[in-house]
């Protein structure tokens, strides 16, 4: 009789193994979906930035179309005075188109007096006409250039604006619970930010007597754990060493800085978070 062949008890089965493994993979897949999905109903499908840039937007459009309402009693203005400067050509026109019938009628206006006396009378009044609008139409020009000036600002698209530049925190030093506050450096001038609206602007040559950018360092300094962060323009640098080095060495204070591309409005919207 054949002996029987004995099993390889070194083999290891890994049909269990591989089931395991492609289970798993699934459950992971399937957790991965179903938070794609909640964070995407929670945010409409937008990122923050987005939703940012889109709130922005809405305000621009509103401003845009105040900015239309406002404009119409400027075209109204603009209108009249262009019908009063057409009426003082008409009337030169016709101051002209007088003194030539005077100068053709010069020979019968010698017999008769009574004729060349209304045409002379007639010109008298269309100069002294002429004067009085010359007199007014010469601030009336000035008003109109600056009228047209305005309504081409007016005419310009919110798209026009340079787009707000969004800062991201970054940096180990903007951590915990620090008190930031800001400075924005551009060429020769920096602008304190003291809220979210309200900034005042310093000369770069008055960093150092300037009372209301002291009083804000002295605010920073009497802040604890607070830091001064300064936002520095492309042309900004010569501002941002003489602010910042005075905040070094006369206050002692902890600074910062973060480079700000582009000319938009600053957003720190992100540091609020």
Not at 32 to 39: E, G, H, P, T, Y
Not at 219 to 248: C, H
Request: charge should be positive; aromatic fraction near 4%; hydrophobic fraction near 40%.
């Amino acid at each position: 009789m054949a002996k029987r062949r004995k099993a390889n008890r070194d083999e290891v089965m890994m049909i269990p193994f591989l089931d395991i493994l492609c289970a798993l993979i699934g459950v992971l897949i399937l957790i991965i979906v179903v938070l794609c999905v909640a964070q995407t109903r929670q945010s409409n499908g937008r990122t923050p930035e987005e939703e940012s840039l889109a709130r922005k937007f809405a305000e621009l459009t509103q401003m845009l179309k105040t900015a239309e309402q406002e404009s119409a009693p400027l075209k109204t203005r603009l209108a009249e005075l262009t019908a009063t400067q057409a009426e003082a050509r008409a009337r030169e026109a016709r101051l002209t188109e007088l003194r030539k019938h005077l100068e053709m009628s010069g020979a019968e206006a010698k017999t008769n007096k009574e004729q060349a006396t209304v045409l002379q009378k007639q010109v008298e009044n269309q100069v002294s006409q002429i004067e009085a609008i010359i007199r007014q139409v010469t601030p009336m020009a000035k008003e109109i250039e600056a009228l047209k000036k305005e309504l081409e600002l007016r005419k310009k698209k919110p798209d026009d604006k340079p787009l707000p530049v969004l800062v991201q925190p970054s940096g180990s030093g903007f951590g915990g619970n620090r008190k930031l506050f800001f400075v924005e450096t551009s060429n020769a001038a920096i602008t304190v930010r003291k809220g979210r609206t309200e900034k005042q602007n310093v000369g770069q040559d008055s960093v150092m007597s300037d009372g209301n950018y002291n009083q804000f360092l002295n605010q920073v300094k009497a802040t604890p754990n607070a830091m001064l962060i300064f936002l520095v323009r492309a042309d900004g640098w010569a501002s941002y060493n003489a602010a910042a080095g005075w905040a070094e060495n006369h206050y002692g204070l902890v600074t910062g800085k973060l480079p700000i591309p582009g000319a938009g409005e600053v957003d720190l919207s992100l540091f609020e978070k």
